[in-house]
């Protein structure tokens, strides 16, 4: 019998304020709990704006600590408290001026199961992310959750293959990318992807967050209907994971590799 996991993504706009955000997002987990999802991520930088289109060091006070700080605390009683998987992305301050651009990941019981920092950082017009952010060193972990093997790929990251496969490498089954991103990445490596952007134009600059959150499955088809372009909008999903089997013994991509070839990739 195929397993089915019930996932869920949340788009939204920036609320004005740290606290109204927060609030906005665990009622999402409520609501995604009361609909069956069993594991939920929200987009890029929850809890606040996408300050990155400026460069203020007035943003610094959004980190926090990764898993000991007030947010991720927060979220853990509330996945514990409804039984759901949540990838929260996160501003981490590892120690004061070390900062990072942070997914941290709890299972379904509210444990802490670790986190990913985003590895690639743009540093273009309206996205000033060297800013505020190292780039990761967590390298590509998956996480053993309750509803199975998840990985997470954050936003700019999306445009590096090497990580997407990584993450299929070490056995992933759903990939979140807090962010958009083309369903090749899905196809290439033979899992789902949820892709998800916030949505709005926020104070601190002009980019327009153009939402159209979605689920993918491996063969580029998506999962319902893609998320508005305009609106916040909670999207869950049901993926059967006996499509990966299915995909998987048709395309063998994964025994066709040749990484003896690759060396000259990994040349700086």
């Not at 941290?104 to 017009?125: E, F, M, N």
């Not at 299915?246 to 991509?253: H, L, S």
Request: proline fraction near 6%.
């Amino acid at each position: 019998m195929s397993r089915v996991i019930r996932a869920a993504l949340f788009q939204t706009a920036w609320t004005g304020d740290k606290e109204s955000m927060i609030q906005v997002h665990e009622q999402a987990v409520r609501d995604a709990a009361a609909q069956g999802a069993q594991v939920m991520c929200f987009q890029e930088l929850f809890y606040g704006p996408y300050f990155c289109q400026v460069q203020d060091p007035q943003f610094y006070a959004y980190a926090e600590r990764v898993p000991d700080g007030p947010v991720v605390e927060r979220f853990q009683r509330l996945a514990r408290e409804h039984g759901i998987v949540l990838v929260l992305p996160v501003y981490e301050e590892e120690q004061p001026g070390v900062l990072y651009n942070t997914a941290a990941v709890i299972d379904a019981d509210g444990s802490y199961l670790g986190k990913y920092r985003k590895t690639h950082i743009p540093q273009v017009r309206g996205f000033w992310e060297k800013f505020y952010f190292r780039p990761g060193n967590s390298g590509w972990p998956v996480f053993d959750t309750a509803v199975g093997k998840v990985g997470v790929y954050i936003c700019y990251d999306r445009h590096f293959p090497e990580g997407w496969r990584a993450l299929g490498l070490e056995g992933a089954e759903i990939v979140f990318n807090p962010q958009l991103e083309q369903p090749a990445a899905a196809v290439a490596n033979e899992y789902f992807v949820g892709a998800i952007n916030r949505v709005g134009v926020e104070e601190y600059g002009d980019n327009d967050f153009y939402g159209t959150s979605y689920f993918v499955d491996p063969e580029a088809r998506f999962v319902g209907e893609v998320a508005s372009d305009k609106e916040s909008e909670l999207v869950v999903r049901d993926l059967d994971m006996g499509k990966l089997r299915e995909v998987r013994d048709r395309w063998q991509f994964y025994r066709d590799r040749a990484p003896g070839a690759y060396s000259p990739l990994t040349a700086p």
